[in-house]
């Protein structure tokens, strides 16, 4: 199988329970809930997503005909020093899981990388991820109802939190929607979280910060 990349670069992730930690970004071409044209966005299920993944022209993006081949190719854009820490990999789109398989995550272990997934949980996950975070998207089906960690953009109308706290979780974060109204959703946020304390904040660090 090959597989078609947008980007790879590293950077610090900006979301959720892994903020702050180094990590190489594999951005998957493709996704099932928008075409990634503007034209099309106000008729789609996700009309918020702020991520081009359309095409392999961003940084050392491309198709790859092996697994070994991308996964060397994240492995080398890895730049920690020798300290013993291991290179985490975050395989985003887009949605990655129209692409990733076992064989794909069998590759990124063998480079020694720990495995990372950003999906909108509407496909099954290969075995072997290590870590896998879901972003729900009002209107879609879920079919990952249990993993590490769930990161719901908010407000949406239709996936109220409320619909996923009985979900088998390790952890619930709210991100406030970035747009317009960020400011607005925010403050939303930070209320939601103070009275359901189940739910923790997570903010897009990497814009507040001003990197990738």
């Not at 729900?136 to 908010?154: C, D, N, T, Y």
């Amino acid at each position: 199988m090959s597989y078609t990349v947008k980007e790879i670069y590293y950077t610090l992730q900006g979301e959720g329970l892994h903020t702050g930690r180094p990590a190489v970004f594999c951005r998957f071409t493709g996704c099932n809930l928008w075409s990634g044209r503007e034209e099309e966005r106000h008729t789609v299920i996700c009309q918020f997503c702020d991520t081009d993944f359309i095409g392999t022209d961003g940084p050392d993006g491309g198709k790859f005909e092996t697994a070994e081949a991308l996964a060397l190719a994240v492995k080398e854009q890895w730049r920690g020093k020798n300290d013993g820490t291991i290179p985490f990999v975050v395989c985003t789109g887009g949605e990655p899981l129209l692409q990733m398989d076992e064989t794909l995550v069998g590759a990124f272990h063998a480079q020694g990388l720990e495995v990372g997934v950003e999906t909108n949980g509407t496909k099954p996950a290969p075995s072997g991820i290590d870590h896998i975070c879901v972003s729900p998207k009002a209107g879609s089906e879920l079919v990952i109802h249990r993993a590490h960690e769930l990161k719901l953009v908010f407000p949406q109308e239709g996936a109220s939190p409320e619909a996923y706290t009985s979900l088998e979780f390790d952890h619930f974060f709210l991100q406030p929607m970035d747009g317009p109204n960020r400011e607005e959703n925010t403050l939303a946020s930070v209320r939601y979280c103070l009275d359901h304390p189940k739910w923790r904040l997570s903010l897009q660090a990497h814009k507040l910060i001003g990197i990738l």
